[in-house]
């Protein structure tokens, strides 16, 4: 059993700052890519930001220089920096990973439960 677990979201005016954690805990052999997601009511999911194993990091333009992402391959967390916050970037934010379990052959996609950021005054 795999388990991704989300904390950091909530309430933050225009221009602030929050930092969204992901941790990954079960049965896991490797992890290649972590991420983040956010979806908004009416809209599909959509990538924010995403880093593989190796440090490779991928932006969504809209967050280029406002967003920062990082990891910890030792302890299997993800960290979303997010500064300069505009009240677009409300949506429910979900942490992603491709994860490949003791005994498998390949790894697969598991996601969060999500966490709440609204940006708003």
């Known amino acids: 059993q795999v388990q991704l677990v989300e904390s950091g979201g909530g309430l933050v005016q225009p221009g602030g700052s929050l930092r969204l954690s992901c941790a990954a805990s079960g049965s896991i052999f490797s992890i290649n890519g972590m991420g983040w997601y956010r979806q908004t009511p009416g809209k599909e999911r959509e990538l924010v930001a995403q880093?593989?194993?190796?440090?490779?990091?991928k932006y969504a333009d809209s967050v280029k220089g406002r967003f920062t992402i990082s990891r910890d391959n030792a302890k299997n967390m993800v960290d979303l920096r997010m500064n300069v916050l505009k009240p677009e970037d409300t949506g429910v934010y979900y942490c992603n990973a491709l994860i490949m379990r003791w005994g498998d052959n390949y790894g697969r996609p598991y996601w969060g439960d999500g966490t709440l950021v609204t940006v708003s005054s």
């Open positions: 880093i593989t194993s190796g440090g490779s990091i």
